[in-house]
């Protein structure tokens, strides 16, 4: 991971499960900590930004980037791809910094296998009842795309067993706490 003090912590979470809202108050409270920025060919969500919330890019873009090999990891999630750009992570760490890296994981896998020194931390619904109900109210998904989210969160949450640290939100003030916490003990 380069030779800085910096730490890679790689976060991942079924849709609705809430990694969002945890991220977002650990950068209020901790605003030293750095959020990886993704690139994806989804359509903006209300309230995105280009370049902070995502680089949204086009399928050939993505694709071109990958033919440049400048992702540490891609993968199609629900249709759209998700790719980590891995230059601005490596400067970052090479200059001291935390870095979260929000993930799906599929590319969470594959960055575990590259980074064996990254922190993993798997953020868990309390169960699949209130996961079904965040996502209805989020009201972003047709019935079929919310259907498909919740099969694929069924087969994310087989893969918890490969992360080092599990953080159940079913309570956003706990969950900050135990989050911030992983992040802290990890110091390197």
């Known amino acids: 991971m380069g030779s800085g003090k910096g730490s890679l912590f790689i976060i991942s979470a079924p ?32 309230g995105e930004t280009d370049g902070v919330s995502y680089y949204f890019v ?13 992702f ?35 590319g969470a896998k594959q960055i575990m296998a590259l980074e064996p020194d990254a922190v993993s931390i798997f953020i868990a619904p309390p169960n699949m009842e209130e996961l079904e109900r965040r996502l209805r109210r989020r009201g972003t998904d047709s019935e079929k795309k919310l259907m498909e989210r919740i099969d694929r969160a069924l ?13 159940v939100n079913d309570d956003i003030n706990q969950a900050t706490k135990e989050l911030l916490s992983i992040i802290d003990g990890e110091n390197q």
């Open 58 to 70: 086009t399928h050939e873009r993505f694709q071109d980037m990958i033919e440049r090999g400048e």
């Open 15 to 46: 849709s609705g499960a809430g990694k969002d809202t945890l991220i977002k108050r650990i950068l209020e409270i901790r605003p030293e900590i750095v959020l990886s920025v993704s690139a994806t060919t989804r359509e903006p969500r209300k």
């Open 155 to 167: 087969l994310e949450l087989e893969e918890i067993v490969h992360y080092k640290h599990v953080v």
């Open 72 to 106: 540490l990891e891609h993968a199609e999630y629900v249709g759209e791809h998700y790719g980590t750009p891995s230059k601005p992570i490596f400067e970052h760490i090479r200059n001291g910094k935390k870095v979260l890296l929000e993930i799906e994981v599929q």
